[in-house]
């Protein structure tokens, strides 16, 4: 008996049939399946009554071949099959693809991220970059009061005008294909912009203020007078081991470190309230210490003096590379670097024994330097505009604060520089040592500004009239 032929020719199997009818839409569409395609449901009866002309073409040509076979066998049941072939083409009539082809978007980045904004002060934009077409962008939770996303860029912009600490925001950059996220920061600080008059326990030459193990601490010249405070608002005088010519001190190593005037007179305590007297190497005009890479470094005026110390106790004399009135001394970005008053003169040392002589942008009365967010930024007294920054200490760039103004001390903290004049209730802040913004301080007589604890804390010269921000 002859073996039964199957129809290979028009006929498969149903499932196949379904396959096929379904690919006759994107034929008669002039597309093909794609990855990451969106296939949306519309009607589509026009091409469902295409696909079912094909099936009644092919069963009649079903029924012909049968007809010309051999009486010995069955044939392919061509009614059945175009029932099925029928069936497929009726779905066709609710799904077919109608959308656009594309991918979802990717890598979206923001550089500046953990970002601190100043209330009040319009932000520079942060515009992401993102890989992909973007139709719709969204942050959870909702930002700052003031701030706005962009619908198809994620750009952030506007002036945050809420004062909030460093919250976490998932920003997500999606299309109809799908979507990506990333994670930011942002914090809004009044740091610098608002100022209230805070009280010292007496009027005298406050010179220098630090913050360290949780207290502010500052030191008067000529006196024995210290002051101590948690929040630099509320002050406790303290007292100094002698009455001497105080001008800096400066925190680090679980211990305070202060520094006086013509004398080898030094003092360490590990609270700002108890005090022992210590001795530096030789009696130079001490004029500023600093801590930073395990080691205190103080500098001195119209000399080449310099020292080192790992705790405060122990001193060694080390050589600055001229005689210079060294101001003031920080240690940011694995350097330590001390600036010259009334010259153009700098130096820089990995660990405050070895200096190398570096200049400046130009010769001024520079009083202070800080370093922060990856930057050196100094200061001018004098009535001046002056300010410069660096990335290293060796190349420096000259920059202008907002007025002509005695500007007598730099700081950073929460992301903001904070420079303070004498003489007036100048103040200004940057958020980079380039652009600053004119700020007013509650006080004429700041001399010197520290930041910790999330505040602002500026000592005067010669009265008790402080201030703190926020």
């Known amino acids: 008996m002859m073996k039964e032929k199957k129809n290979w020719k028009f006929w498969v199997n149903i499932s196949l049939q379904l396959s096929f009818a379904m690919g006759l839409v994107y034929y008669f569409l002039g597309s093909s399946f794609t990855p990451n395609v969106v296939h949306a449901q519309t009607s589509n009866t026009g091409v469902a009554a295409a696909a079912l002309a094909v099936c009644t073409s092919k069963r009649e040509e079903c029924r012909v071949s049968n007809a010309n076979r ?84 994620c750009a952030i912009s506007g002036t945050p005008s809420v004062w909030q600490s460093a919250t976490n925001y998932t920003i997500t950059a999606s299309n109809s294909v799908g979507s990506t996220t990333t ?33 502010f601490v500052t030191l008067a010249f000529l006196t024995n007078s210290a002051a101590t405070s948690p929040d630099g608002i509320t002050w406790t005088a303290r007292t100094l081991p002698s009455s001497t010519n105080w001008r800096s001190v400066t925190y680090g190593n679980g211990v305070f470190v202060a520094v006086s005037q013509g004398t080898t007179i030094a003092a360490t305590s590990p609270d700002g309230i108890t005090w022992t007297a210590r001795t530096l190497p030789s009696s130079a005009n001490w004029y500023a210490v600093t801590y930073g890479n395990g080691v205190f470094v103080a500098v001195s005026q119209g000399a080449n003096n310099a020292a080192t110390s790992p705790d405060g106790i122990t001193w060694t004399a080390r050589t600055l590379p001229s005689s210079t009135n060294w101001q003031s001394v920080t240690y940011g970005n694995n350097v330590f670097v001390t600036l010259g008053y009334n010259s153009n003169s700098a130096a820089t040392s990995p660990d405050g024994i070895t200096w190398t002589a570096r200049t400046l942008s130009t010769s001024a009365f520079w009083n202070s330097v800080t370093f922060g967010n990856g930057v050196f930024v100094a200061v001018v007294s004098g009535g001046s505009t002056i300010a410069a920054t660096s990335p290293d200490g060796t190349t420096w760039t000259s920059r202008t604060l907002p007025s002509s103004s005695n500007w007598f001390s730099v700081a950073f903290g929460n992301g903001v520089f904070v420079a303070i004049a004498n003489g007036t209730t100048a103040a200004a ?11 007013t301080l509650a006080t004429s007589d700041g001399i010197s500004i520290t930041y910790g604890n999330g505040i602002f804390a500026v000592t005067p010269g010669s009265t008790n009239s402080g201030a703190s921000s926020p």
């Open 429 to 439: 802040t940057s958020f980079d040592g380039i652009t600053w913004t004119a700020r």
């Open 183 to 215: 994670s930011i920061s942002i914090a809004v600080t009044s740091n610098g912009v608002s100022w209230t008059a805070r009280t010292l326990p007496s009027s005298t030459n406050w010179q220098s203020v630090t913050y360290g193990n949780g207290v």
């Open 70 to 153: 051999d009486n010995c066998h069955n044939g392919t049941d061509c009614d059945g099959n175009y029932n099925s072939c029928a069936l497929a083409a009726g779905l066709l009539a609710t799904t077919t693809s109608t959308s656009t082809t594309g991918t979802a978007p990717s890598a979206l980045t923001y550089s500046g991220s953990p970002y601190s904004f100043l209330q009040g002060t319009a932000i520079t934009t942060a515009t992401p970059t993102v890989t992909g077409t973007v139709t719709a962008c969204a942050a959870s939770p909702t930002l700052p009061t003031g701030l706005i996303i962009a619908a198809t860029t």
